[in-house]
């Protein structure tokens, strides 16, 4: 953690990249300023990294940012799914299970199968996934052998909702299990007291935009943006 003021963020290895650092501006003091960022900017080009990322930003967030030098690595689709969208209820099947002990391995293996390098999870970021709101739930799709073919993380802080995470194995996508995953998500985070329900994916994933839209789910036109700097180059503050 870093700290300047009321200013704070989380701070962490990316992806099991030693090189390059994870920040994430904690929410509920604001929009980070650049001189919290330029603080956070010295401190880990201290601890030795050599390149930063951000977490996915919201315009009104990336001020501070770019006046220390950030520029945008990823811009993605935002959506969100009101409280007032009817939304079709989970079916019973295929039933979904906990993700206890081994099936957590399984589920970073789909990941890795799922996404591209940048975006996969390592263990880490799977424990920052799942700290990263007050609830959260996670659900796993089980295939032959009690092997995980599909997850979700959903979380839940206050009347805000999140997928944070979907995932089925490329080879049995287009079959419905995302979609089971989903409206099982949507379901909890409603029940739970959220009023709206956000998600984010890569500019170009069709097939995620196409099921997000089919449950109700309506773009906001700004969209977020993951955002870098490079620690090597730069005069920072000691």
């Known amino acids: 953690m870093i700290s300047l003021g009321q200013e704070q963020a989380r701070v962490g290895p990316w992806r099991a990249d030693g090189t390059v650092a994870f920040l994430v501006p904690v929410p509920g003091g604001g929009p980070a300023s650049a001189r919290f960022v330029r603080e956070c900017l010295g401190a880990l080009a201290r601890q030795g990294y050599e390149r930063v990322v951000t977490a996915a930003l919201a315009p009104e967030e990336q001020q501070g940012f770019v006046e220390a030098g950030f520029g945008v690595r990823e811009q993605l689709h935002l959506l969100v799914l ?34 591209e390098p940048f975006w ?29 073919v599909g997850y979700a993380i959903c979380g839940a802080a206050g009347p805000r909702g999140f997928v944070q995470r979907l995932a089925v194995l490329p080879e049995l996508q287009g079959q419905g299990l995302g979609r089971r995953l989903l409206l099982d998500g949507v379901t909890w985070l409603r029940r739970v007291g959220t009023t709206q329900v956000a998600v984010n994916t890569q500019l170009g994933n069709a097939a995620a935009l196409a099921l997000y839209h089919q449950v109700g789910f309506r773009d906001e036109p700004d969209g977020l943006s993951v955002l870098s700097a490079d620690l090597t180059r730069r005069a920072l503050p000691r």
């Not at 799977?126 to 032959?144: D, I, K, N, Q």
């Open 82 to 115: 009101d409280r007032a969208t009817e939304v079709p209820a989970p079916p019973a099947k295929p039933r979904l299970r906990r993700a206890r002990g081994r099936r957590k391995q399984g589920l970073l293996e789909v990941d890795t199968e799922a996404f």
């Open 120 to 148: 996969r999870l390592d263990r880490a970021g799977l424990r920052e996934a799942l700290s990263a709101t007050p609830r959260h739930r996670t659900r796993v799709l089980l295939g032959e052998r009690g092997k995980v």
